[in-house]
C-alpha cells in the first residue's frame, strides 16, 4: 500500500519535468492493434482469439498429468 502511494506521489511531483523530454515525444495518439496491422478489427479480434485458445490449449497440454491407462477388462486375459 506504501509503495503505490509513494509512486504515484513521485509520478504527481515528476509530471511537469519529465512532459517534455519522455511523454510529449513517445506520445503516438490513438494507435490501436488493427490499426497497427493494417487489417479489419474483427479479424484482429478474431485471430487474437485464435491464438488464446491456441495458448489455452497448449499449455493444458503441457500441464496435465499423466493418466493411467485403465485397462480394458473384456480383453483381460484373451492376449
Known sequence: MAGGLAGSFAYALLYEPLQPLLIAPLNFGKLTLPELLGLNPVVTGVGVGL?????????????????AEIPDLAKLGHD
Open 51 to 67: 491464438l488464446l485458445l491456441a495458448g489455452v490449449v497448449l499449455l493444458d497440454r503441457l500441464t496435465r498429468p499423466k493418466q
